[in-house]
């Protein structure tokens, strides 16, 4: 995740860990590592702000990994639902 304006903002599973640069306009947050585009974000008023990719590839690499499409799309669509009720 990729703490910006204290909103944060998913980037893919192999990038965490590593230092990131960002740019950004009024709104639209890109994100880059060594210069390549890693990620674009709408810039949200949301505490947590996912792209759908980013949390399954999450949820695959640890949580659910033995589980099968449907339970794991499930698992991402109610958690993606949740944050974007967060404030």
Not at 8 to 34: A, C, E, F, M
Not at 44 to 50: A, E, G
């Amino acid at each position: 995740m990729v703490v910006f304006q204290n909103r944060k903002y998913s980037v893919p599973t192999r990038y965490i860990g590593n230092t990131v640069q960002i740019k950004h306009n009024d709104n639209t947050l890109w994100i880059y590592y060594n210069g390549e585009l890693i990620r674009s974000h709408a810039i949200s008023s949301k505490r947590f702000n996912y792209t759908r990719p980013d949390m399954e590839e999450i949820v695959r690499s640890d949580l659910y990994k033995n589980r099968d499409d449907d339970v794991i799309d499930e698992y991402v669509e109610r958690n993606l639902k949740m944050f974007d009720e967060m404030e």
